[in-house]
Every structure is written in C-alpha cells, then in structure tokens.
C-alpha cells in the first residue's frame, strides 16, 4: 500500500487552511497576537533630545581638563518643556529624560562634580564646579538615535511579545492591526468515553484527548472550543460535527473513530457533508490520519490513541494553526541528538518518545505503544526517525524535536 508521506501530508493541509480575518485591538489585550500589517514608526524615537543620566547639561566647548565652574541657571526635570537656552559657562541641573536645554551639547553625571547633595527634594545649586574634559555628545540621547520616523518596526506575520507591546506603545499605537484567533473545534468520539468527572465503570476510559488537544491548541496561540464526545453512531457524530460547523469554527479537530473498526463513523459523516482529502499517512505513531471539510470548514481527523493523537497534532494541526493564525508556516527547530542506545523503526516516518540529557544523549522512554501516555509524559524530546530507516546503532545521531 502506498500510504501518504509526512511532507505531502503537511503540504495538502496548508495549501487548504486559510489565514483568519484580521481587526484592530487595543494594545493591552494584544500580547501573542500576530500583526496583520507592517508597523511604521510616525515619529522618531527618542522624539527629542534628551539626558541619559542625572546631572547638568553644558556646552563642551566650555569644559577643559583643569577645573570649571558653570553658573547653574535652569532645573529641568523629566517631563518638562524646553528651558531658555545655555549661554557660556552656564549649565542646567538635569534629570535622566529631560529636554535637553538648547545650547547645551552634553551632561557631565551629578557624581562627577562637586555637588553631592542628590536627595530627593534637593534644590539646585547656584553654581557647579568640575574637573575634565566633557565631549559633546556625553550622555545624550539624540532625537532619532533609536529609530526614524518612516522605518518599518515590526512585520507582518509577526507574533507580538511583551517588548514589541512596549514599542508600540512608545510609538503611540493604542490600537494594533492584528489577525482574529482562530477557533478550533474539538470533539472525541467513542462509546467507551466518559469524562473526567465521572466514575470508571466496566470498559470504560476517561475522555483525555479532549484536554491535552485544547492545551496543544492554546499553546499554538488558538481557541479551542470544547464539543465533547460523540457516541459511536452515524447520528451523534453528524450532530456534533454540525454542531461545530455552525459554530463557524476555523478548523474542526476530531479524535478516534477514524480507523478501519466497525464502529469508525468519522470519515463516512465527513464525506457525506464534505470531502475527505487524503487518509492515511506513512507515519508512527499515527497513521490513521483523515483530512478534508466538513460543510467548508476544515477537518483534521486525529487517531483516538492518546500519543497518536499528541503527535500528529504536533505533526499536522500545529503548523495548520500557524497558517490561520497568520503566522508563516516555518518547519520547527530540530536538535541533533546522539542515541544511548540503538533503536529500531519499522520504516514509516517516527517520533519515538526520548528523554535528552544535557549532554544531547537520547534515551527512549519506554514502550512505544501509541496508547502509552505515560512514556510521552517522561519524554522531553521525538526523535524523528525518517521513512525508509528500519534501525539506527547506539551513538548514531538522529534529529529531534525538544518537546
Ligand atoms: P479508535 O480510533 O476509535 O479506534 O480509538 C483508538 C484508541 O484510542 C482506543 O483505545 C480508544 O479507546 C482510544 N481513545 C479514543 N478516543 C480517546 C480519547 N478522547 N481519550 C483517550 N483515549 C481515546
Ligand atoms: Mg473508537
């Protein structure tokens, strides 16, 4: 059979998913939102020039290595207008961000003159007596000496943090073209899920897919909406997939139901409404893998096994996530890691659970059954292991994803 490959798999889903619509925000709430447009700064930053240090302005020209001393005949604190302009051997007590008075061309910092009273509510003397040579330019912060007017700050498709809200906000930008979030569907479905709540009874599993997929999909910068669980019956798998498309979700995220058992309804609901695009992809874990619309809307049919699903999320949904959230899609880092120990793959691309040590050695973490969720909670690395490698010797390096 000729399943799928990884790449292709990726390629389809992309060239499917659409970027959301975008919208202006207010600056506060705009943290790990993407801009939908490039930022031009209006004005230069600084605006004006101004003192990096508390001290006293001064024209360079009248300091020399022997000793001087300015007539003080401004205080200008930060904040303040511009005061009246220095004349020779005249100075101005000035704080850290205050307006540079005219005339002057540098700041000798309080500490390097005679005046040691620097308390709060202390008045400026009448007179300040130094001992070098200033040059012009000391401790200066010049108009536009952080970035002119006109220059492009921040791209398009970029993901804001905390240090881009704040020069947006130097810039007076209150409010932000940013991308919308998109909304991510998810729902479960099978008989034997209950959820978390609920008491274990004969043959029965708690949901646990539902909840490590909206934390998964969080961490990508989406919204997971939460739909519960379909029972394993044409009907309840048709209604809650409605259910999601009315909802007018971005992306509608599945788990289980899409494999080949008797009671797998995923993949005839979708087609009836729909299309199915491709199922099946030459990987481990997750092969059982089905992607398509429902109603329009895109679909992810995710393996029910929870590692299956936790990898082919990783694999698939995250990069479909960054598409529609505006970003561009770019293929994760990978590490080079050095097995401890030799490792074999049955031949289908593989993410086999590891845990790396400081040193880049990878050891696997136990059984590698798509249902062992405790062997993935060990692991802080996938080892990817690429199609067509059946094994790999101790000490062999192999890429991995640090996870
Ligand atoms: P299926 O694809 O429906 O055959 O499911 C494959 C395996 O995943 C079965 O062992 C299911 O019980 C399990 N499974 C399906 N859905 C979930 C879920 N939401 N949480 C945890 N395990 C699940
Ligand atoms: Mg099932």
């Keep these: 059979m000729n399943l799928l490959s990884v790449r292709e798999a990726q390629e389809r889903i992309l060239q499917k998913v659409q970027t959301v619509g975008q919208t202006k925000f207010p600056l506060e709430h705009a943290t790990r939102r993407v801009l939908a447009k490039d930022i031009r700064a209006a004005a230069d930053l600084p605006s004006f020039d101004n003192s990096s240090m508390d001290g006293f302005a001064l024209r360079s020209q009248d300091t020399s290595a022997s000793r001087v001393t300015l007539r003080?005949?401004?205080?200008?604190?930060?904040?303040?207008?511009?005061?009246?302009?220095?004349?020779?051997?005249?100075?101005?007590?000035?704080?850290?961000?205050?307006?540079?008075?005219?005339?002057?061309?540098?700041?000798?910092?309080?500490?390097?003159?005679?005046?040691?009273?620097?308390?709060?509510?202390?008045?400026?003397?009448?007179?300040?007596?130094?001992t070098r040579k200033v040059d012009a330019g000391e401790n200066v912060r010049t108009r536009g000496s952080d970035l002119r007017?006109?220059?492009?700050?921040?791209?398009?498709?970029?993901?804001?943090?905390?240090?881009?809200?704040?020069?947006?906000?130097?810039?007076?930008?209150?409010?932000?073209?940013?991308?919308?979030?998109?909304?991510?569907?998810?729902?479960?479905?099978?008989?034997?899920?209950?959820?978390?709540?609920?008491?274990?009874?004969?043959?029965?599993?708690?949901?646990?897919n539902s909840y490590a997929l909206a934390?998964?999909?969080?961490?990508?910068?989406?919204?997971?909406?939460?739909?519960g669980v379909a029972r394993d019956e044409r009907a309840a798998v048709e209604s809650l997939l409605d259910r999601a498309a009315d909802m007018a979700v971005d992306l509608i995220l599945t788990s289980a139901g899409v494999s080949v058992g008797a009671f797998d309804f995923v993949k005839e609901v979708v087609e009836s409404k729909g299309n199915l695009n491709f199922w099946r992809v030459n990987m481990r874990p997750?092969?059982?893998?089905?992607?398509?619309?429902?109603?329009?809307?895109?679909?992810?049919?995710l393996p029910g096994n929870p590692v299956s699903a936790f990898v082919t999320f990783e694999v698939f949904v995250r990069p479909a996530i960054e598409k529609l959230s505006g970003l561009e899609p770019r293929p994760r880092q990978r590490t080079t890691v050095r097995l401890a120990e030799a490792?074999?793959?049955?031949?289908?691309?593989?993410?086999?659970?590891?845990?790396?040590n400081e040193e880049g050695i990878a050891r696997l973490t136990g059984h590698q059954g798509s249902g062992n969720l405790f062997s993935l909670v060990q692991a802080n690395a996938l080892l990817i292991i690429p199609a067509g490698v059946k094994s790999r010797p101790a000490s062999s390096e192999v890429e991995a994803w640090l996870i």
Excluded at 217 to 222: L, N, R, T
Excluded at 286 to 301: C, H, N, S, T
Excluded at 350 to 356: D, H, Q
């Design 72 to 130: 003080v005949v401004a205080d200008v604190a930060a904040g303040a207008a511009p005061t009246r302009s220095l004349g020779p051997h005249e100075a101005a007590r000035i704080m850290t961000g205050a307006p540079l008075p005219p005339g002057a061309d540098a700041v000798i910092p309080v500490e390097e003159t005679d005046f040691t009273e620097r308390g709060a509510g202390v008045p400026a003397p009448a007179q300040v007596t130094l």
């Design 343 to 356: 490792i074999e793959s049955d031949g289908r691309e593989s993410y086999l659970r590891a845990v790396v």
């Design 215 to 227: 934390v998964q999909i969080q961490d990508a910068g989406a919204e997971p909406v939460r739909l």
């Design 286 to 301: 997750g092969k059982p893998l089905a992607f398509g619309d429902y109603r329009g809307i895109p679909f992810v049919g």
């Design 149 to 208: 007017a006109g220059e492009t700050v921040l791209a398009k498709r970029h993901r804001l943090r905390a240090q881009d809200l704040g020069l947006l906000a130097m810039l007076g930008i209150a409010n932000v073209p940013v991308y919308n979030i998109p909304r991510i569907a998810i729902l479960s479905s099978g008989d034997e899920l209950i959820p978390v709540d609920a008491p274990l009874t004969e043959g029965k599993i708690h949901d646990s």
